[in-house]
């Protein structure tokens, strides 16, 4: 089982647009849609995107995901300097025998 | 409110079991898969198990070497994480999460040392 690949780190300023990037081993295509989730130090994974580009409420639409069928990408415009975060790409597939992977995360630094 | 807690862990010695449990409220969890996942200190996330909606269904990461178990007892909307054999690196927080990626608890954490 090959886990997702995501860049360790990731950098931009206020106000600027920064893509975070995600992709998957060849091996995995059938892995499910790709999932996006926010973490901050010493708190629980959030849900930011699913289902390839789809947003929970509460989430601003400065958050975006993108994807094809190997790779994906999550998007944030209007950088502030609360995104700075951990940013983990997921794949879930929820059949009932349903696996779920992570990529090692993406650390995003607002300067 | 659609929530889930995680309860049950602690300090345990290497070798020891620990039973992990993960209480839903807000809907019925029987009416999802559910899935356990853990985060090592400074480390990413790491999925362990799955279990379908009616419980007769269980899968798990390769690594755990059956050493894990998922359960569930509809009847009380708690799915469970039996840990044996369990070893320093399984210190980690460990997460109960619904389908469909969301929403997840705010974990329990398990430190596994002598």
């Known amino acids: 089982q090959s886990g997702l690949i995501q860049s360790p780190s990731a950098s931009g300023t206020p106000g600027q647009t920064v893509t975070i990037s995600c992709s998957r081993p060849?091996?995995?295509?059938?892995?499910?849609?790709f999932y996006w989730y926010q973490q901050f130090p010493g708190t629980a994974p959030k849900l930011l995107v699913f289902?390839?580009?789809r947003r929970p409420s509460g989430v601003p639409d400065r958050f975006s995901g993108s994807n094809s069928a190997t790779s994906a990408s999550l998007t944030i415009s209007g950088l502030r300097s609360e995104d700075e975060a951990i940013y983990y790409c997921?794949?879930?597939?929820?059949?009932?025998?349903?696996?779920?992977?992570f990529g090692g995360g993406t650390k995003l630094t607002v300067l | 409110q659609v929530q889930l807690v995680e309860s049950g862990g602690g300090v345990v010695q290497p070798g020891r079991s620990l039973r992990l449990s993960c209480a839903a409220s807000?809907?019925?969890?029987?009416?999802?898969?559910m899935h356990w996942v853990r985060q090592a200190p400074g480390k990413g996330l790491e999925w362990l198990a799955v279990?379908?909606?009616?419980?007769?269904?269980?899968f798990y990461t390769e690594s755990l070497n059956g050493r894990f178990t998922i359960s569930r007892d509809s009847s009380k909307n708690v799915v469970f994480l039996q840990m044996n054999s369990l070893r320093p690196d399984d210190t980690a927080i460990y997460y109960c999460?619904?389908?469909?990626?969301?929403?997840w608890g705010l974990g329990t954490l398990v430190t596994v040392s002598s």
């Open positions: 999460a619904r389908e469909g990626g969301a929403p």
């Open positions: 807000g809907f019925n969890s029987s009416d999802y898969v």
């Open positions: 279990i379908s909606y009616d419980g007769t269904k269980a």
């Open positions: 060849t091996s995995n295509l059938g892995g499910g849609y």
């Open positions: 289902a390839h580009n």
């Open positions: 997921s794949t879930w597939d929820d059949s009932q025998a349903g696996r779920v992977e």
